[in-house]
Every structure is written in structure tokens, then in C-alpha cells.
């Protein structure tokens, strides 16, 4: 398909969305996400006992696109089952991205008051996680009690660069909707710290010990584990109406370190981001990794005046290599490598898979904004076509285990962020640029629009007469 109709692409992702949705309510309403091969629920343990994170992850998606059927129906479960009172161990970092960045921007989109007073209580539980010597919060911890601890797998008792440093678009909304400036207070402590440490080669490890304050130990990577700090530096620039610098700074700081040590060029013309381990680079990058092709898009406009255009073709770049990663099933690998080679092709068979992820889509909506570069379309058509040739089954949406295999074996699992993130990015791709604009709203890393917090009151009525 050469030529995108404007009308059937939006349509037809809604029913997309309405097919994810209608199989998730049929057999796994209440839980977190829907096994749509078993046709049973999955709760799993990364939201401490917290059930719905599809209809969180939902709610905004289903209002966006106008399914008010079952947005209501997803409302009325926030009303009635939502139970914040949970016992269990969460991620900080998967609770703040889903549900409170899943229920901000409901309140946002809809001004429902039951959507800001449970975001507001569900804040106050994630406090107690910042209670320790730094203030760098642990990535674990009970909603109920408020004990916080770190991930085992953590070398050292470590903190994640990626999950401290994707709390800040959200806790400023919770001030704001509070009017307790301590969520704010609490990230703005942790850019404080990360400001005052000494950065290897001006690089940011993965690492950090919320005891002593110090790196634990020096892997980089704008994939897994880094990814999202830095999405939330230029975001969090954008989201206080371009007034904070340091933001900016931080972020165009780091954005040249990564240049200087990451950004490598493949034999075969391909730009990637490469890992970096104590100064030896790894030439492998991560589906996840894929977002920066929009990140860097969206802060090109910001950066010194003689560096925007390289922004925009590093970032057009990237999302080319992203896209192709993207064969032959038209899917992409969880991770693809550059040596011995390689070309963006995942070489171990453990790399092969692709659970629904958004990436790759999400840089292709922020970059057909940007540049109306026909491209962006085409190349999320492609996505469709494969999403529905590969992963839909009877009853839903299900990852796959290779990418590399026509005869595909589904993983048995509709990841909450598909409905959240992959098809949302797809419908904003197909849709008019004034459908959630850019100059109005802020994506958090789960794709939950949040609204850039005007400096100037009249600026902010016309932000409210343009909304949905
Ligand atoms: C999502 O939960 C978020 O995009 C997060 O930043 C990274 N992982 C998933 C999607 O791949």
C-alpha cells in the first residue's frame, strides 16, 4: 500500500484497538493483561498486587479514538474495582509510567475528578520508595507498607538510571494536581544528585547505589535500563513550556556524550546506538533503544541553531536503521547487532522475539510530525499488515518468538503497552497532526499524553479550546 486514506488507516486501527480490547473484557477484565491463546487472564508481579493495567493503559487510547462505549466501561471499573489498597511488590517504575501516567492523562483528556483523586492517592504510596540515604528511590516496593528495597538482579543493591530517572513528567503533575510540591521536590533531588556526580566520558551508567550516590558500575545504553532518563530530560523541557533550562542542558549534554561514545556507523551505512561497557562498545542495539529516533526528533528544534538539521538526519537515521530491523516478517528483533556481519539482524536465537513492543512505530508518528515525510505511513502500514498477519490470533493480539519465521509461534501474551503505546502511536500516525499536537502535549514513556504546564494563562486557554 503506496497511499495512506486518511479515513480508512484511523478507522481501522480503531478496530484494532476495539478487537485488543473487546477480548481482553471477554476473558481477562480485572486482570493485567489478556492471554489471548488460553483465553485467561495474566496478573504477573510487577504492579504490587494492583490489578486493570490494561484498562489503565487504556483508558486514554479508547477516549482518543472515541470508543466512548468502552472507555465508560473502563471508568466504571476505575470507580468501582480499582483497589489501591494492595499488599504486594511493585516497580515503582511500571506503577508511575502505567498507572499514574495512565490516570493523569485520563483526568487530563476527560476532567473526571475520580481520575485525579486516585492518581493523588496512588502518589502518596509511591512516596516512601525515596526514603533513603540519597533519595534515590529503590525499584521495588510495597504499596501497603511502604518497605522499598532493590531488584535482586541489581548488581550491589543498585537503583536503574532508567526507572529513578522516569518518575519526573509525572511527579510534576501530581504537584500540580495536589498542590504538595513534594512530588516534586522528590525528582528534582535526584537531578540534583545526578548534576553534582562525575560522568564517565560525560555518560550516565545504568547503576547507581541509593546509598552512597555513586555509579555501581559502568554499562551505558540508550536501550533497556537507560532508555527513558533520557526521553525524560528533553520531555521534561518541553513539558514546563521551554522554561527548564536545566532540563535542556542536562539533556543536550548528554545527547552529545552519546554522539561522541554510542552513535556508531555500520560497514553497510547504518547508524545505531551501541552500547558502551567501561569505554568498550558493544554493536548491538535493542528494540527499545528505537524510541531515540523520535526523542531526538522532537529536540531538534530546541538545540543550538547550527546542530538542528544534524538532529533531524541523526534522528531520521536512526529510525531507518530502526526500520531495518524490520524483516522479514516486517517485525522487528528485541535486540539486532552490527559485528561479524551483521546488519541490524538479531544473531542469537534468544534476541528473535518481538512482544508488541512500540518503538520503532513511536518514532515513526513522532517523525512523519516532524517531517510529513510519506515514508513514516508506508512504514507503519507495513507494521499493521504484519501485526494482523503475525499476531492476531482468535481472541486478541499475541507477541511472537521469532521474527525470522514465517510459520510463527505466538508467545500467549497482549502486552498492556499494545494498547497503551503501539496502537495509539499508530492511530496518531494515520490521524491529522491536530489530534493531540505536539505544541500542547507531552507523551510520557507509555505514551500517556500529559499536558505542557502553560507559564502564560491566556496560552492555556487556547491549550483547552484546541483539546479532543
Ligand atoms: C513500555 O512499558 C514503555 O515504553 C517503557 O519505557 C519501555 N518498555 C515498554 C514498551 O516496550
Given amino acids: 500500500m503506496t497511499q495512506i486514506d486518511r479515513f480508512v488507516c484511523p478507522l481501522f486501527m480503531l478496530q484494532m484497538m476495539k478487537f485488543a480490547w473487546d477480548n ?25 498486587g494492583l490489578r486493570g493495567a490494561s484498562i489503565i493503559d487504556s ?22 474495582s480499582l483497589d489501591l489498597n494492595s499488599n504486594g511488590e511493585a516497580s515503582l517504575f511500571e506503577v508511575n509510567i502505567r498507572y499514574v501516567g495512565g490516570l493523569l492523562s485520563a483526568y487530563y483528556l476527560t476532567g473526571e475528578e475520580l481520575f485525579k483523586n486516585k492518581v493523588v492517592e496512588l502518589g502518596e504510596k509511591l512516596l516512601p520508595a525515596f526514603n533513603t ?33 522516569t518518575l519526573h513528567l509525572e511527579f510534576v503533575h501530581l504537584t500540580q494536581l495536589s498542590n504538595n510540591p513534594i512530588y516534586t521536590e522528590k525528582v528534582m533531588n535526584i537531578r540534583k544528585l545526578l548534576n553534582k556526580i562525575e560522568k564517565p566520558h560525560g555518560l550516565y551508567p545504568n547503576f547507581l547505589s541509593p546509598v552512597s550516590g555513586n555509579w555501581v558500575q559502568h554499562h551505558v545504553s540508550i536501550g533497556g535500563l537507560g532508555d527513558s532518563f533520557y526521553e525524560y530530560l528533553i520531555k521534561s523541557y518541553l513539558m514546563s513550556d521551554k522554561t527548564d533550562e536545566d532540563a535542556k542542558t542536562t539533556y543536550y549534554n548528554a545527547l552529545e556524550a552519546i554522539e561522541a561514545n554510542l552513535v556508531q556507523k555500520s560497514p ?38 547550527e546542530k538542528r538539521q544534524h538532529y533531524l538526519d541523526l534522528a531520521a537515521e536512526i529510525t531507518h536503521t530502526c526500520h531495518e530491523s524490520y524483516t522479514p516478517t516486517k517485525l522487528g528483533p528485541e535486540a539486532f547487532r552490527f559485528d561479524s556481519g551483521a546488519e541490524a539482524t538479531a544473531t542469537r536465537l534468544s534476541d528473535r522475539y518481538y512482544i508488541l513492543r512500540p518503538e520503532v512505530i513511536e518514532s515513526y508518528m513522532y517523525m512523519w510530525r516532524l517531517t510529513h515525510d510519506p515514508k513514516y ?26 521474527v525470522y519465521t514465517t510459520t510463527v509461534s505466538h508467545d500467549n501474551m497482549q502486552q498492556s503497552f499494545f494498547l497503551s503505546e503501539t496502537l495509539k502511536y499508530l492511530y496518531l500516525l494515520f490521524s491529522d497532526d491536530d489530534l493531540l499536537p505536539l505544541e500542547d502535549w507531552v507523551f510520557n514513556t507509555e505514551a500517556h499524553p500529559l499536558p505542557i504546564i502553560r507559564t502564560n494563562c491566556l496560552q492555556n486557554e487556547a491549550t483547552q479550546d484546541k483539546t479532543l
Fill in 268 to 305: 553497510g551505512g547504518l547508524t545505531y546506538m551501541a552500547e558502551w561497557r567501561g569505554g568498550i562498545l558493544d554493536h548491538k542495539m535493542g528494540h527499545l533503544a528505537c524510541f531515540s529516533g523520535g526523542m531526538i526528533g522532537i529536540g531538534a528544534d530546541d538545540g543550538a541553531p
Fill in 24 to 48: 481482553y473484557k471477554r476473558y481477562a477484565w480485572g486482570k493485567n493483561e489478556l492471554r489471548p491463546l488460553t483465553r485467561n487472564g495474566h496478573i504477573g508481579n510487577m504492579f504490587g
Fill in 133 to 165: 540515604p540519597t533519595g534515590i528511590p529503590r525499584g521495588v516496593i510495597n504499596l501497603g507498607s511502604g518497605t522499598s528495597w532493590s531488584w535482586g538482579w541489581a548488581s550491589a543493591g543498585s537503583s536503574i538510571l532508567a526507572e529513578f530517572g
Fill in 377 to 402: 505511513r508506508e512504514w507503519g502500514w507495513e507494521a499493521v499488515e504484519a501485526l494482523e498477519q503475525h499476531c492476531r490470533v482468535d481472541s486478541g493480539f499475541s507477541g511472537i518468538r521469532d
Fill in 59 to 80: 483508558l486514554d487510547t479508547l477516549y482518543v479514538m472515541g470508543l466512548m462505549d468502552e472507555y465508560n466501561e473502563a471508568k466504571e471499573w476505575v470507580q468501582t
